[in-house]
């Protein structure tokens, strides 16, 4: 088996809903961050064997396998195949391990993945009629975020909202509203902190004809008493605000993957080894808990333990669903999403997954630790983690 590496990684800023990129087709997203990564490497793009890109929604721009409409739109020759995977909020993550895969067997040398999504622009659909010309009206559904037409069959108590879930969790995991918002204002802090000091500059690209120089949902300003005024959104009781959930957003994500021999042809050494990678699901209502497993069978995978790991990416979907992940590997607080996570710098779904690898790889190569950890939760009862190893040591 080959050894697969992490050579780069690049994502957009990330917008809000309705925000600077709603007016940008992901399509075109997608095609910016591959083509920046073919220029700025100085790569052929026929030296590229595979596109394996992730997309959550996929029923408007996105759809006929968004990966192959961006590489030809990023001007890759028609003759690199591309494909599109669906695993939610863990698409790029799980496109990641599919190009990861394709590296360890020798199918190819050089994958490009990645993911996107357009939470502005999904639209609503409407569901075809079982017979023609009916009497009455007809409901138009939102493909922007969680369950639609689902099927009766489907058990109630898998179906409910992401945010009535992640209460059930912290009822379960016993995680405090305080410690929520505590949570989610260091979220801002770190991200704000680490786009000041300039270690977002080689993870973002600008997006030509948009004043977005930065993550839009970032709130720096943001105080504990701002958070705790925030009433609860899916329960009057609850704990869950919008505050301490991740929001809505715009964005793509794309990293470079390459096998040992790919050095020559990119002409940089790798940032890092791409050590293990696992997969978990449980009941769809716990979907916030699943990366719990999903790490320790990646960390296991990679003949490690939690007291080597330095450094964790942990997708912030809810504050309440990443500290009860973090309590259960008993792993310090501080070494996880050093630089902010979701809650402050956003979800575009498909695009999270690379998103927080490429964050994950830049920050072992910053501070010269080897071992990290990036992991996402996914809506359905789904979980993905992969381990990364630095190759290039570094250092503060």
Not at 149 to 174: D, F, H, I, K, Y
Request: with cysteine; hydrophobic share 45%; aromatic share 6%.
């Amino acid at each position: 088996m080959n050894d697969a590496f992490v050579y780069d990684a690049v994502r957009t800023p990330f917008g809000r809903y309705g925000g600077a990129l709603a007016a940008v087709r992901p399509d075109d997203l997608a095609a910016l961050v591959i083509r920046t990564l073919v220029e700025r490497t100085g790569l052929e793009g026929g030296q590229v064997d595979e596109v394996v890109f992730g997309n959550a929604n996929g029923a408007g721009e996105d759809n006929r396998n968004v990966a192959r409409m961006a590489g030809l739109l990023a001007g890759l020759p028609p003759s690199v195949p591309a494909s599109t995977v669906n695993r939610l909020c863990g698409s790029s993550l799980d496109a990641t391990i599919a190009g990861a895969r394709q590296l360890t067997l020798g199918e190819s040398d050089v994958v490009l993945v990645g993911g996107v999504e357009s939470m502005s622009r999904a639209p609503w659909v409407l569901p075809k009629p079982e017979r023609p010309y009916p009497a009455g009206n007809a409901e138009l559904v939102s493909t922007a975020l969680g369950w639609r037409l689902v099927n009766a069959a489907m058990p109630t108590e898998w179906t409910v909202s992401l945010g009535e879930a992640t209460e059930q969790l912290r009822e379960r995991e016993g995680v405090a509203r305080e410690d929520q918002d505590e949570f989610a204002l260091r979220s801002h802090q770190a991200a704000a902190k680490a786009w000041d000091s300039g270690f977002y500059d080689p993870l973002v690209v600008a997006v030509p004809g948009v004043d977005l120089p930065r993550d839009e949902s970032i709130r720096p300003d943001s105080t504990l008493d701002k958070l705790a005024g925030l009433k609860p959104v899916f329960r009057k009781d609850g704990t869950v605000t919008a505050g301490n959930a991740s929001p809505l957003n715009d964005g793509a994500s794309a990293a470079l993957l390459g096998s040992a021999n790919a050095a020559r042809q990119i002409g940089t050494e790798p940032l890092a080894r791409i050590a293990a990678w696992g997969a978990f699901a449980n009941e769809p209502q716990f979907f916030g808990f699943a990366p719990v497993e999903a790490a320790n069978i990646a960390v296991r995978r990679a003949g490690i333990t939690w007291r080597e790991v330095a450094a964790v990416e942990l997708n912030e979907a809810f504050a309440a669903q990443s500290l009860a992940c973090i309590r259960a590997w008993d792993v310090d607080p501080q070494i996880v999403n050093r630089h902010g996570g979701a809650i402050s710098i956003g979800h575009p779904l498909g695009a999270s997954g690379t998103r927080i690898l490429g964050a994950l790889a830049r920050s072992l190569e910053f501070t010269g630790e080897r071992w990290g950890v990036a992991a996402i939760c996914i809506g359905v009862g789904q979980g993905l983690a992969v381990v990364l190893e630095n190759t290039r040591g570094g250092g503060a």
